[in-house]
């Protein structure tokens, strides 16, 4: 919107009471227009599978695992924050380009203070699921898993 403010004599330059009210007002409207596209925008629920083979450093007791996650999608971010009953806190972070290309990573920590990071990447199937394929990187103890996301419709 375009908004003249006339110059008033010797208050030429200075805003007037009534330009003051038509400013709030137009601040207000864009401020309200802006928050119910928000409200609009209420984020997507989409079930994802996590599956991750045995981790390098020592396969026989670091086994392989698979988690049921539940992704939250807003156009084309993709975003998860869970914490399990054990403890663990992990936060994934995605998003989708408009050709399909798909790009996920993630953080991790135990409660015993390790640490992980997370990297998937992949095409979007527009037909059904769509599979990222990633790894898992850990510093304590140091090495990784070969994981992937199974992303359902």
Known sequence: MFLHLRARG??????????LTV???????????????????????????LTCGSHSSDPNQLKSFQADLQFSVVDSLWYLDRKTENG???KFRGIRSPMG?????????????????????GQRNPRGVTVLQGSLESETPRGRRSCSLAIQG
């Open 10 to 19: 010797a208050h030429a330059g200075r805003f007037w009471p009534g330009d």
């Open 23 to 49: 400013i709030l007002a137009l601040l207000m409207l864009s401020l309200a227009d802006k928050a119910t596209k928000a409200q609009e925008t209420q984020p997507v629920k989409v079930p994802v599978k």
């Open 88 to 90: 663990i806190e992990e």
């Open 101 to 121: 290309a798909m790009l996920i990573a993630g953080q991790g920590k135990s409660v015993g203070g390790q640490t992980w990071t997370y990297e998937f990447s």
